[in-house]
């Protein structure tokens, strides 16, 4: 699968990381930045990657930033995308089958990389649910 991916400073060791690891399992990840660990702004990335996967380029998007939280704020400010923070395994799930996600956030202060990869493997698999959870997403979309 193609992933867009992108951190700012406080993500970028994870990032490297997680792009080995979607290399490794077979997918076609392309970094969006930052490029190393020199102090820059979240939203820059957020809006380069959020913006690959809203063009359908990319059928998903990882993003990660030191807490998840000015990454999910940014991402989900370009129409079509919906980030979510992801901690387990739960909400991965849940957020692909309920809510459809196309893009996981990580916070890199609150996770583990083995867990993130773990995480980002079922998140990947999982398929949205459809039927009253369709809906709600529709619902989602017509907001303005
Ligand atoms: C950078 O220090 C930090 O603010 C950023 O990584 C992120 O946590 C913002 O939400």
Request: aromatic share 6%; proline share 3%.
């Amino acid at each position: 699968m193609r992933i867009a991916v992108g951190s700012d400073h406080g993500g970028f060791k994870l990032k490297t990381e997680l792009l080995k690891f979607l290399k490794a399992s077979g997918h076609r990840p392309r970094d969006f930045g930052t490029f190393s660990e020199e102090s820059c702004d979240y939203p820059v990335f957020a809006a380069a990657a959020a913006k690959a996967v809203a063009s359908g380029r990319f059928p998903r998007g990882v993003l990660i930033c030191r807490t998840g939280i000015g990454m999910v704020i940014a991402a989900n400010k370009v129409r079509g995308v919906r980030a979510a923070v992801i901690h387990d395994e739960a909400c991965a799930v849940s957020s692909r089958k309920h809510n459809d996600s196309n893009i996981a956030v990580f916070g890199s202060r609150f996770i583990k990389p083995d867990k993130a990869k773990k995480i980002l493997k079922i998140w990947l698999k999982t398929r949205a649910a459809g039927g009253r959870h369709r809906r709600r997403v529709s619902q989602i979309e017509r907001i303005k």
